[in-house]
């Protein structure tokens, strides 16, 4: 079987343990705060989570970007030099263009190199719901060829299943995402959104519901109706400096399916941005999106 490279995004906030461990390389991205550059990639960015959280919550502003087509041409063609092809699973093309920059540089380099193979998988997936995809790829990564990889992870893209709740709809505001009246009246009343990702990969507001409490238990009630109780044996739980509700989520999980292996890790600047401080997101196994 011939040698392949997984590789995907910062965006996959794909920690840095398990990158290393299953030998996935994971590109970092730039963004700005208050103007001034920085790049991220999980557990090796030029800030941690904790001060740029620590930041937003005093109003920075953060603008985030996307890879461009010379930095994937310029690391799929290391390995093509070295005669290995290269799979690519990137973030959702629905929420961003770096899939479309890796496709440019996937028809430039078909050409340079006929003999080697290069796939851009448009995950459909975010945060550490496109982690979780490429942590299940890779422990398959020895069994199965290129071929038989890139199907594997385009028949099961839509299983991987997003919950996401936030506790202040403030960034969603700032982001153009709610009204500045929607925002101010969810705040009054404790309102909070829970969203997930559609088949599509956008990011879609499914209920509200009233109190933090009732928010985070809804995110284990959406697993516990929709898990794939034969492959869901990992649960990973993102959080933008909250990591004591992630453990009252992970604690509610364990209770109510059973499952003991759970990652809990940080929601990073790519997603963080948008969503805001307080964050947490549920990623696991489920029935097929869109069935």
């Known amino acids: 079987m011939l040698p392949y490279k997984l590789i995907t995004d910062a965006t996959s906030d794909l920690p840095f343990s398990l990158a290393q461990?299953?030998?996935?390389?994971?590109?970092?991205?730039?963004?700005?705060?208050?103007?001034?550059?920085?790049?991220?990639?999980?557990?090796?960015?030029?800030?941690?989570?904790?001060?740029?959280?620590?930041a937003m919550r005093q109003g920075a502003s953060a603008i985030t970007s996307q890879i461009n087509a010379y930095t994937f041409t310029s690391v799929f063609e290391g390995y093509l030099k070295q005669g290995m092809d290269v799979i690519y699973a990137g973030f959702s093309s629905a929420l961003?263009?770096?899939?479309?920059?890796?496709?440019?540089?996937?028809?430039?380099?078909?050409?340079?190199?006929?003999?080697?193979?290069?796939?851009?998988?448009?995950?459909?997936?975010?945060s550490l719901g496109q982690g979780l995809f490429l942590y299940y790829a890779a422990r398959l990564q020895k069994e199965l060829d290129f071929d038989a990889m890139?199907?594997?992870?385009?028949?099961?893209?839509?299983?991987?299943?997003?919950?996401?709740?936030?506790?202040?709809?403030?960034?969603?505001k700032r982001g153009g995402r709610v009204s500045g009246a929607t925002a101010a009246i969810a705040t009054v009343l404790?309102?909070?959104?829970?969203?997930?990702?559609?088949?599509?990969?956008?990011?879609?507001?499914?209920?509200?519901?009233?109190?933090?409490?009732?928010?985070?238990?809804?995110?284990?009630?959406?697993?516990?109706?929709?898990?794939?109780?034969?492959?869901?044996?990992?649960?990973?739980?993102?959080?933008?400096?909250?990591?004591?509700?992630a453990e009252l989520v992970a604690a509610q999980i364990r209770e109510r399916t059973g499952i003991e292996t759970i990652v809990i890790d940080d929601i990073g600047v790519m997603i963080g941005a948008h969503s805001g401080p307080g964050t947490v997101a549920l990623f696991f196994y489920g029935t097929r999106l869109g069935a």
């Not at 559609?198 to 995110?219: P, W, Y």
């Open 190 to 245: 404790q309102i909070k959104p829970v969203m997930h990702v559609d088949c599509d990969g956008h990011l879609v507001a499914v209920e509200k519901v009233q109190g933090r409490k009732k928010s985070l238990k809804a995110l284990v009630d959406h697993m516990v109706a929709s898990m794939d109780k034969e492959k869901a044996d990992v649960a990973f739980i993102g959080h933008c400096d909250a990591q004591k509700e």
């Open 96 to 126: 961003s263009g770096t899939v479309g920059s890796a496709r440019i540089a996937q028809a430039e380099l078909a050409e340079k190199y006929p003999g080697r193979k290069i796939a851009v998988v448009d995950s459909l997936c975010a």
């Open 21 to 54: 461990e299953w030998d996935v390389e994971v590109l970092p991205m730039e963004y700005t705060l208050n103007g001034k550059p920085y790049s991220y990639c999980p557990g090796n960015g030029d800030q941690t989570t904790a001060e740029f959280f620590a």
């Open 150 to 172: 890139v199907a594997w992870l385009e028949a099961n893209k839509l299983h991987f299943v997003h919950w996401f709740t936030v506790d202040d709809l403030e960034y969603l």
